[in-house]
């Protein structure tokens, strides 16, 4: 591509953006071959990624899109995901996304079971789509071990949790302690299609909170 044409090109995309207000900036990026990105040269005064010259950014951190290429190097945009969600933000979402579906209630924040069960859940998710991943499935997957965990320390005390004395007093301690005890032993991809579905609901809602600047 000529210097001409490409100026003529970043100028129109430069009014693009601006007009749908898109938060992107232009960046030269050697692609790895993990699939990280080395920063080459930062094109504009907006500089989303919070990079420098010779930075990696790891595929996951910035959906990066090329729109030329020149030899083994690609000119790219590089839009931000959305990082400034905490765990508890995500926590929320996640209780929201159950609620909407399955009409749960929501989890009141503090030390109930659910409540910590969505803080660990989000976290693990996090963690995975952080690293770039975007398969529902292996979200899913994490976000079932974060519940596994949370559901693990239910069954070994029980009475750390807020709410395991309103169990009680409702006569629903005993199959709910078994419920956790049994699906705290099994691995997602052994989970029944019902469960499966459950923590797709959640890996669904965190991906689109996350990818979303």
């Known amino acids: 591509m000529s210097n001409k044409l490409n100026e003529t090109f970043q ?25 990280d990105y080395k920063i080459l040269a930062i094109n504009d005064k907006d500089n989303p990624l919070d990079v420098k010259v010779g930075d990696i950014v790891p ?39 159950l609620d909407n579906a399955y009409n749960y209630g929501r989890s009141t924040p503090g030390n109930t079971f659910g409540w910590q069960a969505n803080l660990k859940s989000a976290e693990f998710a996090k963690t995975v789509i952080d690293a770039g991943v975007t398969d ?4 899913s997957d994490a976000i ?16 750390q949790f807020s709410d ?14 078994e419920q956790r005890r049994k699906l705290s032993d099994v691995n997602y991809s052994s989970l029944p299609e019902e469960e499966k579905e ?16």
């Open 144 to 159: 079932h071990s974060g519940w596994n965990e949370t559901a693990k320390k239910f069954v070994a005390n029980p009475d």
């Open 136 to 139: 529902i499935e292996k979200i």
């Open 198 to 213: 459950k923590d797709r609901v959640v890996a669904r809602a965190l991906l689109n909170a996350i990818q979303t600047p």
């Open 11 to 35: 100028k129109h995309l430069k009014l693009l953006h601006e007009h749908l207000n898109i938060n992107e900036s232009n960046y030269d990026a050697q692609i790895l071959d993990n699939g």
């Open 59 to 97: 595929k996951g951190k910035a959906t990066l899109k090329q729109y030329y290429s020149d030899g083994d190097y690609f000119k790219v945009i590089g839009e931000n995901l959305n990082e400034s969600m905490s765990i508890e933000d995500l926590a929320k979402v996640s209780d929201e996304a």
């Open 164 to 177: 395991t004395q309103k169990l009680r007093d409702n006569g629903k301690f005993d199959a709910k302690i």
